[in-house]
């Protein structure tokens, strides 16, 4: 069992940064692929950045690719996601999920487990 909790949300001009922070419990975070995803007012659910048990292998959205930075510190059982040049259309509750690490498949679903979410806000 994994439970995360996400933080670093808020809100933030266009061209601005923010970095947000998942911390996870347990003794096995080193064994999960992780994710982050993020939701908007009205939209579906949406895939924005995944990262590997090492973090060395990641995979992004088009939508999100140059700008955000998915990374890990497993000594801390942390993941963070690291989004530059924010525009309005980033604005969404952000979440990240875990799932056991599946080799070459460690970005795609079905993902186990899921935090609350953090509020993104990206002023114009």
């Known amino acids: 069992q994994v439970q995360l909790v996400e933080s670093g949300g808020g809100l933030v001009q266009a061209g601005g940064s923010l970095r947000l922070s998942c911390a996870a419990s347990?003794?096995?975070?080193?064994?999960?692929?992780m994710a982050w995803f993020r939701q908007a007012p009205g939209k579906e659910r949406e895939f924005v950045a995944a990262c590997n048990w090492s973090g060395a292998r990641t995979f992004y959205a088009d939508s999100v690719k140059g700008r955000f930075t998915i990374s890990r510190d497993n000594a801390k059982n942390t993941v963070y996601l690291q989004m530059n040049s924010l525009k309005p259309e980033d604005t969404a509750v952000y979440s990240c999920?875990?799932?056991?690490?599946?080799?070459?498949?460690?970005?795609?679903?079905?993902?186990?487990?899921w935090g609350q979410g953090t509020q993104v806000t990206v002023s114009s």
């Open positions: 347990g003794r096995t975070f080193s064994t999960y692929a």
């Open positions: 999920a875990a799932k056991g690490d599946s080799g070459a498949n460690y970005y795609t679903g079905p993902y186990a487990y």
